[in-house]
């Protein structure tokens, strides 16, 4: 049957959770609520927890996963107040969900990373936790805070905080208010005094030394049979999410330390879920303005996982194109940053339905029986697209669709608008290819190390980057190669052009302009977005020429570079120059 998204009524507003729920196997009578790290951790981590829950349901432990208040699909915004308290409170929520949906009463948690530490604390608040399996717990707030810092000094060495942080912390796209850093600040798993759980597994990371030993000791000395067990797939697991490897042994010896206890049998909950909030989520627009959520499995199989922001009601449709967001690399359908969420929402408010789902193999929803997970770039992904168009038009009456996709979500974009006419525009982000062959993965990784030509040639000019290139900072003979093969190509071209316009001949046009141009003959509005450090500036040049000149005075045809970005947008002022632009793109051209 697979994950049933379901959402979870809480005091600080509905959850989006995945309920996997015990089919083949007779119930044991326990089930694990799974709390997610924070920031990008969670997404690295979101394709591993979907296996374990998945995991734990076969052996007959019904599993609820769920984003917290303001992350993920959840409802609510990151920069909310009280953001910890509003965590534990989703953490309260889930349990109690749990147990009303598997009609359970004993209850295990689980976590990764500071949700291990988040689970530690509900679970030493409650006093009714079974079982807890904390994986690679942050020992306290200000330890995981000094891990974020580390972590940014080591990502941009460089760069100066975003003066909207006003004393908060941001690290990986991901920021947290001035507020929330100090509650996080009062966490620490080595001063609780409550036992958190009779039993407590704590799986430690080998690739680094970590608090897990004392953890352990402390768990312990509080009367709980602790055990410390090394873990040598962490490091994997928390790869970029489409590098991650899925620790399947970590995850079979989990079930197996869960199964070494015989748990009640499974008894009826008095209270029942409303029926009501199953599959409607309200939530708050970035404006204010509240809008509906829906979550849905759709396709073949009901093997896909979308969720449909809708506009208020009485908003006057108009004939406005749906706004569909594909997967960016690996990640879940909720976007870097969590930005396609704060887009759906945004959209939803001004009258635009948003969907966001994942393409099979990806985020929540299933591959076909024997196909692979976590395939990029694949042409077969396009049918998914269609799909979907197919279910939004069914479900909502969208007869045009508007598709965003940042990078390998580009990719889809472009190839779904020159198959499927009902796409009335297209928003590529960073688009590193529009050309894909079986192994060509290595060379989009080494285009995606470097930067953009235009951004070398600022840097010749910049003495901190000399400074840096003498302290061997920065590989300045792969650089020079690079620049190289792009100046030896672009020459090439502009020989090319010279000659046919002597000849009298048209400029020689490539099959990707060809295609553009194609597509905006038959009315599409494409925008182009490009970092101004991102390389994938570079491959559009090489088709479309210098400053896209070839498309320019083309009405539904734009070029943007926003400065200060990265390939995903990651600095906060980048994003919120990035929503801007696309909100105002989207409502001037289709509303």
């Known amino acids: 049957m697979g994950p049933l998204p379901v959402v979870i009524t809480a005091p600080v507003g509905p959850l989006l959770g995945f309920y996997h729920p015990v089919e083949a196997a007779p119930s044991r009578?326990?089930?694990?609520?799974?709390?997610?790290?924070?920031?990008?951790?969670?997404?690295?981590?979101?394709?591993?927890?979907?296996?374990?829950?998945?995991?734990?349901?076969?052996?007959?432990?019904?599993a609820l996963r769920f984003d917290y208040h303001g992350t993920g699909d959840s409802s609510g915004n990151a920069d909310d107040p009280g953001r910890v308290s509003a965590w534990i409170e989703s953490i309260d929520a889930a349990i109690d969900s749990?147990?009303?949906?598997?009609?359970?009463?004993?209850?295990?948690?689980?976590?990764?990373?500071?949700?291990?530490?988040?689970?530690?604390?509900?679970?030493?608040?409650?006093?009714?936790?079974e079982r807890v399996i904390l994986w690679a717990p942050s020992a306290s707030?200000?330890?995981?805070?000094?891990?974020?810092?580390?972590?940014?000094?080591?990502?941009?060495?460089?760069?100066?905080?975003?003066?909207?942080?006003?004393?908060?912390?941001?690290?990986?796209?991901?920021?947290?208010?001035?507020?929330?850093?100090?509650?996080?600040?009062?966490?620490?798993?080595?001063?609780?005094?409550?036992?958190?759980?009779?039993?407590?597994?704590?799986?430690?990371?080998?690739?680094?030394?970590?608090?897990?030993?004392?953890?352990?000791?402390?768990?312990?000395?509080?009367?709980?049979?602790?055990?410390?067990?090394?873990?040598?797939?962490?490091?994997?697991?928390?790869?970029?999410?489409?590098?991650?490897?899925?620790?399947?042994?970590?995850?079979d010896a989990i079930i197996d330390w869960l199964e070494e206890t015989k748990y009640p049998e499974s008894r009826a909950i008095s209270s029942s879920v409303p029926k009501s909030t199953r599959n409607v989520l309200v939530t708050a627009s970035p404006r204010g303005i509240a809008v509906r959520e829906h979550p849905f499995r759709f396709g073949d199989g009901h093997r896909l996982i979308g969720i449909a922001s809708e506009p208020p009601e009485g908003t006057p449709a108009n004939d406005r194109p749906a706004i569909l967001f594909l997967n960016v690399g690996a990640n879940h359908r909720v976007g870097p940053n969590r930005m396609y969420v704060s887009l759906a929402r945004d959209l939803a408010s001004r009258g635009f339905l948003g969907f966001r789902f994942d393409v099979a193999g990806l985020g929540d929803s299933r591959v076909a029986p024997g196909a692979?997970?976590?395939?990029?770039?694949?042409?077969?992904?396009?049918?998914?697209?269609?799909?979907?168009?197919?279910?939004?038009?069914?479900?909502?009456?969208?007869?045009?669709?508007?598709?965003?996709?940042?990078c390998s979500g580009a990719y889809l974009a472009f190839h779904t608008c020159i198959e499927d006419s009902r796409v009335a525009g297209q928003v590529l982000?960073?688009?590193?290819?529009?050309?894909?062959?079986?192994?060509?993965?290595?060379?989009?990784?080494?285009?995606?190390?470097f930067l953009s030509?235009?951004?070398?040639?600022?840097?010749?000019?910049?003495?901190?980057?000399?400074?840096r290139a003498i302290r061997g900072e920065v590989h300045v003979r792969a650089v020079l190669g690079v620049l190289r093969e792009r100046l030896v190509a672009r020459a090439k071209g502009g020989v090319k052009r010279v000659s046919a316009l002597s000849r009298g001949q048209n400029e020689p046009q490539t099959?990707?302009?060809?295609?553009?141009?194609?597509?905006?003959?038959?009315g599409v509005e494409s925008l182009l977005v490009f970092s101004f450090t991102d390389g994938g500036i570079d491959y559009i040049e090489k088709h479309l020429g210098r400053d896209v000149r070839k498309m320019r005075g083309i009405r539904n045809f734009r070029f943007e570079i926003i400065e200060g970005a990265d390939h995903t947008f990651t600095p906060l002022?980048?994003?919120?120059?990035?929503?801007?632009?696309?909100?105002?793109?989207?409502?001037?051209?289709?509303?």
């Open 29 to 62: 009578g326990l089930g694990v609520v799974l709390c997610n790290p924070l920031g990008y951790e969670a997404m690295c981590a979101h394709r591993t927890y979907r296996h374990l829950a998945e995991r734990l349901a076969l052996h007959g432990f019904p």
């Open 98 to 129: 749990l147990r009303q949906r598997a009609g359970i009463h004993e209850i295990a948690l689980f976590g990764a990373r500071f949700g291990a530490t988040l689970a530690a604390n509900v679970a030493a608040a409650r006093g009714d936790i």
């Open 141 to 251: 707030g200000k330890a995981y805070l000094r891990e974020l810092r580390a972590f940014r000094m080591i990502k941009e060495p460089n760069a100066p905080p975003s003066p909207r942080l006003n004393g908060g912390e941001e690290a990986a796209g991901y920021h947290f208010a001035k507020t929330t850093v100090a509650d996080l600040s009062a966490i620490d798993l080595l001063a609780l005094e409550a036992k958190i759980a009779p039993r407590a597994l704590v799986l430690a990371r080998q690739d680094l030394p970590g608090p897990e030993p004392r953890i352990a000791k402390h768990l312990t000395q509080q009367g709980v049979d602790a055990r410390l067990v090394p873990d040598p797939g962490y490091a994997q697991m928390m790869r970029d999410p489409q590098e991650t490897v899925v620790p399947f042994a970590t995850l």
């Open 372 to 406: 692979p997970e976590n395939r990029l770039y694949s042409k077969d992904s396009v049918v998914d697209v269609k799909t979907a168009m197919t279910f939004v038009n069914n479900q909502f009456g969208a007869r045009r669709f508007v598709l965003v996709g940042l």
């Open 429 to 449: 982000l960073n688009p590193q290819t529009f050309e894909w062959r079986e192994g060509d993965s290595l060379e989009l990784s080494i285009r995606k190390s």
């Open 453 to 467: 030509t235009r951004y070398y040639a600022r840097a010749l000019f910049n003495p901190r980057v000399w400074r």
């Open 511 to 522: 099959e990707i302009e060809q295609a553009f141009r194609a597509i905006t003959q038959r």
């Open 573 to 591: 002022d980048s994003q919120i120059v990035l929503h801007d632009l696309l909100v105002r793109h989207v409502t001037e051209r289709f509303a």
